[in-house]
């Protein structure tokens, strides 16, 4: 999971949830630090953006300049960047202690209410999907993109969550893939997502676990800055850690709603019949 924040510093933040939830505190770089064996595993606290963290190679765009020069870069940009909580993986029944960390990292001083002046403050959700599947992956697929115009309608009830918001998927895609008749296998799945979403900006963005399934497809330039894991990145454009009482709660109940259409999906599939819902509009 990941959950971006303003105000706090990122050795702020690291020591506190320390105090919160044990471990150790260790420093990558003046604006990345961990916190390793804590109560909910292994965390990383950061500046969100790629270019001042000079130890991470060809992650970095300005890798080949002297270390203290991109440091100082992140001393620049520190104010004016979000902060990046990335926690996990770990078990769903663990779900209810990151809303303990958003409460610890709000008791600290952290802040934001959705959005900064240049951006949203993401929550991001990257759920297991261990099996590559390809049936169980695009039954998720198709219903996500089954019920997307109902959560966009749930999350983005406000100006400030539509403008933030990514992209929805082209119209002509998504009826391609609702058809009651496909059912690709990985390779074909991959190449048509890669044609008709040459993007990271999706609500559901597929790349990282394409990737990881379908290494040897032909990924865009862009897909170097996207980590291969084996998981749905569920994009939501709007965390609000400044903001009393706020949880992942949700959220976490919108995602599960897809889930559970999938099973359906799934279930239905092998007979040629889909749920009427996928029939609509």
């Not at 990122?10 to 990558?28: H, P, Y």
Request: glycine share 8%; with cysteine.
């Amino acid at each position: 999971m990941e959950i971006e924040f303003t105000s706090l510093s990122v050795r702020d933040a690291a020591q506190a949830l320390q105090r919160g939830f044990g471990g150790r505190v260790a420093q990558e770089d003046p604006q990345a630090f961990h916190v390793l064996g804590s109560r909910l595993g292994d965390m990383r606290i950061e500046l969100d953006i790629r270019h001042v963290h000079p130890h991470r190679g060809a992650g970095n765009p300005l890798s080949g300049l002297p270390a203290a020069l991109v440091m100082g870069l992140g001393d620049l940009l520190a104010p004016f960047v979000p902060r990046e909580l990335i926690v996990g993986p770990f078990d769903r029944s663990e779900l209810e202690r990151v809303n303990e960390l958003v409460a610890v990292l709000h008791e600290a001083g952290a802040r934001g209410d959705g959005a900064t002046l240049f951006d949203g403050l993401g929550l991001h959700f990257n759920v297991a999907q261990p099996s590559g599947d390809p049936r169980q992956i695009v039954a998720t697929f198709k219903a996500f993109l089954t019920l997307e115009p109902q959560l966009r309608r749930e999350v983005g009830a406000g100006l400030l969550a539509r403008a933030h918001a990514p992209p929805a998927f082209p119209p002509d895609y998504v009826r391609r893939v609702l058809a009651a008749g496909y059912w690709p296998d990985l390779a074909t799945f991959t190449r048509d997502y890669l044609a008709a979403n040459p993007t990271r900006k999706r609500s559901l963005d597929m790349l990282p676990l394409l990737l990881h399934f379908s290494a040897d497809a032909a990924f865009p330039r862009f897909a170097g800055k996207v980590k291969s894991r084996p998981a749905f990145h569920y994009r939501l454009p709007l965390a609000c850690v400044g903001r009393t009482g706020w949880t992942i709660a949700e959220d976490w109940e919108r995602w599960r709603t897809v889930e559970r259409l999938a099973e359906e999906i799934a279930a239905f599939a092998p007979q040629g019949a889909l749920p009427a819902a996928l029939t609509a509009d």
